[in-house]
Each structure stands twice: as C-alpha cells, then as structure tokens.
C-alpha cells in the first residue's frame, strides 16, 4: 500500500473555470476526496499547499529523444526524466531517429525501452514514408498492429502529394491520424532564420514563412479531401495559422500546435548568432508572437506543445548556418508560460491545463486527468511564488540548448505524483 498524501490549502486548476480552494486526498494513487479535508481524521502524509496551485499534470505530444541512433544527444531515459522536471507524465515521441521508426519492429524496440526506463507513459508516432525519404509508403498496418495512432515524417514534410494522399486514404480507416510537419523544401531554402530585414542584416539567407504557410494549407486540403484527421505542428506564422482557422470554420478535421519558443521569442532575440535561438521552423516576428498568442487565447490552437529537440554543446557552438535546429522545452515549457503569461494576466492556469494536459491526451484517444474523486492521481503542485534557475545541474535532459540557460524565471513545480508514485518532490 502506498503513502496517503494530503494537499492541503492550495488552489486547484482545472481546463474550464477559474481556481478553486480545496484540500485534495490521494489514498493508493487515487484523488479519494476532494474538497475541506480535516488532516487530523486522516492517516496521511500532510503536504502545505497555502498559495500554490495544483493542476493535472502536463502531457507533451511533440518531443524527440533520439533513440535509437542519436543518444549522445538524449535518450528515452534521460528524456522522461526531463518531462517529469516540467510536470510532465506523458509523452508522445517523433519518428525521425535512426533507424527511423517506420516498422512494427522499430516501434516494438522503443516502447519495450520505455517500459524498460521510464517512469511515465511513453507513446510513439510512426514514419509516413520509409525512412522518412519520401518516396514509398511506410509499414503502417504493422506500426499501427504495434500501437502507433500517429503518423508522421516530422523533420520534413512528404513532397509528394499523390503518396501523401494515398496514405491518407489507407491509414484513415484504421482510426490513424496525421501530423505534418509544413515546409516547401523548394522555398525553405537553408533554414537557418526568418527570412527578412533581420536576416538581411546578418547577412543569412533566409527561409520565408511562406515554406510554410503553402504546405499548411496543401497538407490540409488533401487531408480535408481524403477525410483524414490532420495535425499541424509548430505553426510559427500569422498567415498560417489563419489558413488553419479558414478550415476550421469550413469543416476541415483539423488540429494544431503552437509551441512556447514561437510565443515567447522572434528574431529579434537572435542577437549576435546565438544558435539558442536557431529552429525550424524558425523564429518569426514580433507580430506573428502577438497574433500567434491571439489564437491561442481563441481556441484556433489546440494544444501547446514543445518540439523538444535536444543538441549537444558542440553541435551549438559552431557558426550559426551550419548549427543544428532545436531547442530543448520539456523542462522549461510550463515555468516560462506562467512567467511570460500567467503572472502577467494574459491567460489563467484553465487554458493552460486545456492546452497542454487535457487536449493533448484527448488527440492521442486518452483520457483527460482531472482532479476529481474516483479519478487516477496524475498532478503536479506548482509554486507562483517560487522561482527555477534552469541551470546544467537542475535540469534532467542530456542537452541544454535552450535560450533559458542558467536564467531564473518566476514559478516552480515542486511536486509531481503519478498514481502511487511521487515522481518529483522539494530537495530538503
């Protein structure tokens, strides 16, 4: 039998509605009682929760942890544990690793690693194509027998139309759905940075949103025509994500991402070089910031999620065109949201728990985690009042390269639980 915990006065979030003070009791990994809790006629462990926040935990449904192939970079484990660092106890990984995950063998070798190392539940995407090269159709029935329910080449996006299409059209009728990475490779060109007056002045060829902008709308009326269910990842423009609230409002069954580094940052903040800054697709304008927060206060994005992409030092370190896109985020998502949003009154902790725990889960046939009696203990208590330094020693993941490092923003998670389990607690 497991540890009786008590959260005791803190405020609890859901995804509708504003916070609400309640005591909250998890006996055997289950939310017992929610609501006025006299600890003295309980046998539990006391947690003081005065002024904190306690929410459903996080759910990333982008992230890349590079194995197999790449593990210098990161691997499954030292990923997972990243997650749980940002309060995070669900993830879905991305297929371009190597060898690519494009066969049920492929998928069998990583979940069984994941089960084998994690402490969350880790799911898996599967290639569109082989070897993600776009040429010919990946080995679907099988990856689907094996438990993938997404289907991507992210990284690159299928260039031919007619493949994409027929994918769609198979894949389709065993409940499968797409995500697509957006990007013309005949416009994208070297994609090192918005193309613009900024990269004009530093002398870099550009990749213009346009790269995108044309695929979000191709890879959206394929799908619309195909009657498949399509996800757009990391929308980084105004008119992209424009076009995805057009088909929205015309019926399309599409969704879409919006990660934290395309709110937070444009290309202003690459500076002198700094490939922290370096991404694909790449940082965008001020005004597409303003407009991409917009969408998301509006619902046009469903959900929020990181691309986390880890890179060693070295990869980072050298001139800006040849560095490697990427970030890493699943340490630094949700402190930097309540620190550049939250706090400052742009949106509540609801649309927070909605867009990056709730929706997340419902795309990937999950069930949301509430809060409430009967339901699965799967939360983490966050601290307004408290303050992370995002330095090497704190955070989890194999790579840093992250505009954040060794900064110090407002917010800390100090607990994460997950059923019986407490993933992440105070130090001392």
């Known amino acids: ?3 009786a915990l008590l959260f005791k006065g803190g405020e609890v979030a859901a995804e509708e509605g504003p916070l609400v003070c309640m005591d909250v009791l998890v006996i055997d990994g289950k939310v017992e009682t929610v609501g006025e809790i006299d600890a003295g006629a309980v046998d539990a462990r006391v947690i003081d929760c005065e002024g904190k926040v306690l929410m459903p935990a ?5 992230v890349h942890f590079r194995e197999p192939g790449q593990t210098h970079k990161e691997n499954i484990e030292a990923g997972t544990e990243a997650a749980i660092n940002g309060g995070i106890t669900g993830v879905v990984m991305m297929p371009n690793t190597s060898p690519a995950i494009d066969s049920s063998a492929v998928v069998k070798m990583v979940l069984d690693k994941a089960a084998a190392v994690s402490r969350i539940p880790v799911y898996t995407s599967g290639c569109i194509t082989k070897n993600r090269e776009g040429t010919e159709l990946a080995a679907i029935d099988g ?15 299928v260039p031919d139309a007619n493949l994409l299409l027929q994918a769609m059209r198979y894949a389709t009728e065993f409940g499968m759905f797409f995500a697509s990475h957006c990007e013309d490779p005949s416009l994208a060109g070297p994609r090192a940075m918005n193309e613009g007056s900024k990269s004009y002045s530093l002398g870099i060829n550009g990749t213009p949103a346009i790269a995108e902008e044309l695929f979000i709308d191709r890879d959206i009326r394929i799908a619309h025509y195909a009657g498949a269910h399509i996800h757009i990842q990391h929308v980084s423009s105004r008119m992209g994500m424009e076009t995805i609230r057009w088909w929205k409002s015309m019926g399309a069954r599409v969704t879409c991402e919006v990660s934290p580094h395309h709110l937070l940052f444009n290309e202003e903040d690459i500076g002198d070089y700094d490939t922290h800054y370096k991404m694909n697709p790449p940082l965008r304008t001020a005004e597409d910031n303003a407009a991409l927060l917009q969408a998301l206060k509006d619902g046009v994005f469903d959900l929020i999620a990181t691309d986390h992409a880890p890179h060693t030092e070295f990869e980072k370190s050298v001139d800006f065109v040849s560095a490697p896109n990427g970030i890493t985020g699943l340490e630094t998502a949700l402190v930097s949201l ?14 927070l728990v909605k867009r990056y725990s709730a929706e997340p889960r419902r795309m990937m046939g999950l069930e949301p985690v509430p809060i409430e009696a009967g339901k699965p203990a799967d939360l983490l208590v966050f601290d307004p009042q408290g303050s992370t330094t995002f330095s090497k020693d704190f955070m989890r993941s194999k790579s840093s390269n992250t505009p954040f490092l060794d900064k110090t923003l407002k917010g800390s998670i100090d607990w994460v639980v997950l059923g019986e389990s407490i993933l992440k607690e105070p130090v001392g």
Request: aromatic letters at 14%.
């Open 1 to 3: 039998m497991s540890e």
């Open 58 to 62: 996080m759910f990333d449904a982008h």
């Open 338 to 351: 309540y620190d550049a949003f939250v706090a400052k009154g742009e949106f509540g902790w609801d649309l």
């Open 143 to 157: 990856m689907r027998e094996a438990g993938v329910l997404m289907l991507t080449d992210d990284g690159d996006a």
